[in-house]
């Protein structure tokens, strides 16, 4: 077989070590080397060690030289909602004069919005849509990434999306995991209705996950647990119906009010528990005690104005495992630049760089069950890998908003070159 080496690099961030989410003071061990490269063959690290014994040990490998920069895993963005229409530029205006998020959305703005545009929008119109997004997020060096549905709201549009998300896994470079979040909201047209709710949450129950788990469309069932949108007794009926049908389970938890959503989650065991900013002190404790990582998503919050971060150092402190995402949607975060998350980790969030690096990398992988493949540059593990412009794994969170990644590989293909 085939064998490409990784060579050159001024430093190596490996994120080498035990297969699963990192915890306190392991989030601040990111396994920084010097002298250090990487072998590939096919879709597989099949050896990291110095350029020289690489080299001894494969004599006639293709090289991809580095060029003294930053060798690194690749990004994993565990939470996103790039399948969708139109932007909602205008909603960041009216924020701006004190309209909440939530009274948009019971306006009919918010997800509603995208939800009306992505039901007159076409299979082939939201493919074509999300194809440069992703290579965005490429651009920015994520190898893996997580897409949700939640704007179609009938059984219907939700599996149409989910289809479009498949359409993506089979044509772009670039792990997808695809997720339903057909309980992003109660469709407008249930609020009003006598037990519209209940109908939704019947329907979501008895068509939609079934029928998700049946044509193998998502991992992940989703849902927004939030005081307003669906609360504890709701999320947890809806959850326990869709690992019934037989899918894993993610949450939308806690972001703006503390409804019980990251308790819950902790008690469900799901795979993740994402957003964060309103966590009760109950709340980090039970995540800290559970398996469940912590996906902390700091544009959104930075995006809506809110003045404050979910408590990403009382969660460590904890020892809760916490990943970074960039919850990349046309509402609330419409951000492709991955590496701006490691700077907000830093300056909003107080995380140190190396613990930015394993939430970006390894914690990312355990929070869509994927810890055992992506992640790290280590032996066994899927060849995930991005060359960036810097000769210091602190340059990447230091320059605000530049875009340093020169090459990416997704198991072993590149999908990204600058």
Not at 125 to 153: M, Q, W
Not at 314 to 331: H, S
Request: hydrophobic share 45%; net charge negative.
């Amino acid at each position: 077989m085939n064998t490409t080496l990784f060579v050159n690099a001024a430093q190596t961030v490996t994120c080498a070590g035990a297969a699963d989410a990192r915890r306190g003071a392991a989030m601040n061990d990111a396994g920084i080397r010097t002298g250090c490269g990487v072998a590939v063959q096919g879709e597989m690290i099949v050896k990291v060690d110095t350029d020289a014994a690489l080299r001894a040990a494969f004599p006639n490998a293709h090289e991809v030289d580095c060029d003294r920069g930053l060798l690194a895993p690749g990004f994993v963005d565990s939470h996103t909602h790039a399948v969708f229409g139109a932007a909602r530029f205008a909603e960041h205006e009216l924020r701006a004069t004190g309209v909440p998020y939530l009274e948009i959305a019971r306006r009919g703005g918010g997800i509603h919005s995208s939800v009306r545009d992505l039901r007159a929008t076409s299979n082939d119109a939201l493919y074509a849509l999300a194809v440069p997004r992703i290579a965005r997020l490429a651009a920015g060096g994520v190898t893996t990434i997580e897409i949700k549905s939640g704007y179609g709201l009938t059984v219907h549009d939700e599996l149409r999306t989910l289809r479009v998300v498949r359409q993506l896994q089979d044509t772009v470079s670039m792990r997808i995991v695809p997720t339903c979040l057909g309980a992003h909201e109660v469709p407008l047209e249930y609020r009003d209705a006598p037990d519209g709710r209940l109908a939704w949450i019947v329907a979501l129950e008895e068509e939609l996950h079934p029928a998700v788990a049946r044509e193998g469309l998502a991992v992940f069932a989703d849902i927004f647990a939030e005081p307003g949108v669906f609360t504890t007794e709701e999320s947890r009926r809806i959850l326990l119906g869709a690992r019934a049908s037989g899918l894993a389970l993610k949450m939308h938890a806690d972001e703006l009010h503390d409804g019980g959503a990251a308790v819950l989650g902790a008690e469900l065991g799901v795979t993740s528990a994402d957003h964060l900013a309103a966590i009760s002190d109950s709340g980090i404790a039970a995540l800290a005690a559970s398996r469940t990582v912590a996906t902390l998503l700091p544009s959104t919050m930075l995006f809506l104005g809110t003045g404050r971060q979910a408590p990403a150092r009382r969660l460590i402190e904890a020892g809760a495992a916490v990943a970074l995402a960039t919850d990349f949607n046309p509402g609330t975060s419409p951000l492709t630049s991955f590496p701006m998350l490691l700077t907000l980790a830093v300056s909003e969030l107080r995380m140190s760089a190396a613990e930015a690096w394993v939430a970006a990398t390894v914690n990312g992988a355990a929070a869509l069950g994927l810890a055992a493949q992506t992640g790290q540059l280590a032996e066994g593990f899927s060849a995930d890998i991005a060359v960036h412009s810097a000769d210091d794994y602190r340059e990447l969170p230091y320059w605000f908003g530049e875009r340093l990644c020169r090459v990416a590989w997704s198991r072993g293909r590149a999908c990204h070159s600058s």
